[in-house]
């Protein structure tokens, strides 16, 4: 079985940065698509980002998009999300997702085979 452990979460004020990781227990060459989602406190899972095996297509949210850049070591097997220019409405948990395959999006949840158990972001104001 697959495990995805994310890590890097924490307590920040607006306007600060956060690296997010995510290490796999397998290769994550093996995995078409890997991807970055989050949830809020009674809010639904959202995506915020992806990015393809090769590492050469990403696909942002609008509200993180130029905030917040996905990359990908396929070496280390690790998935990244760089978040700059934090803000209080990008509190919640977030969470890393793989899939193996190209299910026809990289943007729903239902799209992923595997999830981690999420690290919480906490933005103060």
């Known amino acids: 079985q697959v495990q995805l452990v994310e890590s890097g979460g924490g307590l920040v004020p607006a306007g600060g940065s956060l690296r997010l990781s995510c290490a796999a227990s397998?290769?994550?060459?093996?995995?078409?698509?890997v991807g970055w989602f989050r949830q809020a406190p009674g809010k639904e899972r959202e995506f915020v980002a992806a990015i393809d095996w090769s590492g050469g297509i990403t696909y942002y949210a609008d509200s993180v998009k130029g905030r917040f850049t996905i990359s990908r070591d396929n070496a280390k097997n690790t998935l990244y999300l760089q978040s700059n220019s934090l803000k209080p409405e990008d509190t919640a948990v977030y969470y890393c997702?793989?899939?193996?395959?190209?299910?026809?999006?990289?943007?729903?949840?239902?799209?992923?085979?595997?999830w981690g158990r999420g690290t919480t972001v906490t933005v103060s104001s």
């Open positions: 397998e290769r994550t060459v093996s995995f078409h698509a």
């Open positions: 997702a793989a899939s193996r395959h190209y299910y026809g999006s990289y943007l729903l949840t239902d799209k992923y085979d595997y």
